[in-house]
């Protein structure tokens, strides 16, 4: 279906509806041209008569502007969804990418036209009839336009932390009134993309259990997680070459076998060697679980003593490191003693304005080091850091460092 769009269309096609089902001759479409004054010679020979079909209604077909990937993904015959629930914005998604949908009205009438030939095929056509009676089948004074967006999926983790699991032996989970969610729930309820809703539930170390998607209680996964330290140094295994058989083997009768698999591959980086499958363990990972033991029941924590306790506790042979704490954990550098404390990114608001509202609540002032972790993942396609910052915060300089504080006054 072929779209027509302007105001002298939308006359033409008005004046052919009151001429009722009578054809117009090419004498009739002469003398309308010389009343508008327009040179024959300058135009296509070919000429569209249109009228209203009786069926023709506004605001029964809607127009969606589709990037040519989109247009490409129709063509292949793969779907795209729209998702949000009722008191949401809707989302556009393909298989792995997720659009924001927003109304964009236009100046001129779009006519829908079945068969209506554009200016290049009748040029291609040389043969076509110089009189073409069309019918309009609709009309639109909008459409919706896309834009790229960050997918929605904090609300993914809020779901599944309604009931996280806490292992087979948990009377709560054998009581539980709480919702438990498959991956078509999940598609239906997430405003993502079926990958970016996949690659998620990996990034949060979720698992399936029974079918549905569960995230592990901190505490059980603490449990699991000291299972399989203590076991790596009583055996002396390196690091980098945990067997998965011999684990399986040795803390089977402790806990389910999947689970202790399930924390290898959320800790670890599975790999074949000589057809064994072995695990190269994450120290980033594991030391940073561990702050977050250290950290989650304390408000502050002397920065000194966190450290030194913090690198007790880690498994032998791996070094605490601050730096494997960022988007967890917050260092105080102004207070005396210096502190440091619990603030995960995954507790922060999704929205931009209201994620930099947040942030300054806690802090007034920020350096970029310190504010990244903290807003990087806000950064849509091929944006920066710098480009955030810029538009929601002020830049000073304070003791010769730049820092950052809210354009606007927080409450």
Request: a negative charge; aromatic letters at 6%; hydrophobic letters at 35%.
């Amino acid at each position: 279906m072929e779209a027509a769009a302007g105001r002298g269309m939308e006359a033409v096609a008005r004046s052919s509806e009151r001429a009722g089902a009578a054809m117009r001759s090419r004498a009739e479409v002469d003398a309308t041209l010389q009343t508008a004054k327009l040179n024959p010679a300058e135009l296509l020979p070919a000429v569209h008569c249109l009228s209203f079909s009786p069926q023709a209604g506004g605001g029964e077909c809607c127009l969606l502007q589709l990037e040519p990937g989109l247009c490409a993904e129709l063509e292949a015959g793969r779907s795209l969804i729209i998702r949000g629930e009722k008191d949401e914005h809707a989302v556009l998604c393909s298989k792995d990418k997720t659009y924001d949908m927003k109304i964009a009205d236009t100046s001129n009438m779009l006519l829908f036209v079945p068969g209506c030939k554009t200016p290049e095929e009748l040029k291609a056509d040389q043969a076509s009839c110089n009189i073409i009676h069309s019918q309009i089948a609709g009309f639109s004074k909008n459409y919706w336009e896309l834009r790229r967006c960050r997918p929605k999926l904090k609300k993914l983790r809020t779901l599944l932390m309604e009931d996280p699991y806490e292992g087979p032996d948990s009377q709560k989970d054998q009581t539980s009134t709480f919702s438990k969610y498959t991956t078509e729930d999940l598609l239906n309820l997430i405003q993502a993309s079926e990958e970016e809703i996949l690659h998620q539930l990996q990034v949060i170390d979720a698992c399936k259990i029974k079918g549905y998607w569960r995230i592990l209680d901190f505490d059980y996964e603490m449990k699991l997680l000291n299972h399989v330290t203590q076991l790596i140094d009583s055996e002396s295994w390196p690091l980098s070459k945990v067997p998965l058989c011999a684990c399986l083997e040795e803390l089977g009768s402790l806990e389910p076998r999947e689970m202790i698999e399930h924390i290898l591959l959320s800790y670890g980086r599975k790999y074949v060697d000589d057809g064994e499958v072995f695990f190269e363990m994450h120290e980033d990972k594991i030391c940073r679980a561990i702050a977050q033991m250290l950290l989650q029941n304390a408000v502050k924590f002397n920065l000194s003593e966190f450290e030194e306790v913090w690198q007790q506790s880690v498994p032998e042979g791996m070094t605490a490191r601050l730096d494997q704490l960022q988007g967890l954990a917050l260092v105080d550098r102004s207070s005396r003693p210096e502190t440091i404390f619990l603030l995960k990114v995954e507790d922060l608001p999704e929205d931009n304005q209201e994620r930099f509202n947040s942030l300054f609540g806690i802090r007034e002032k920020w350096t970029e080091v310190d504010i990244t972790p903290y807003i990087q993942d806000l950064c849509a396609e091929k944006q920066t850091v710098g480009a955030l910052l810029t538009k929601y915060a002020r830049s000073s300089m304070l003791n010769g460092v730049k820092v950052y504080n809210s354009r606007r006054p927080i409450s």
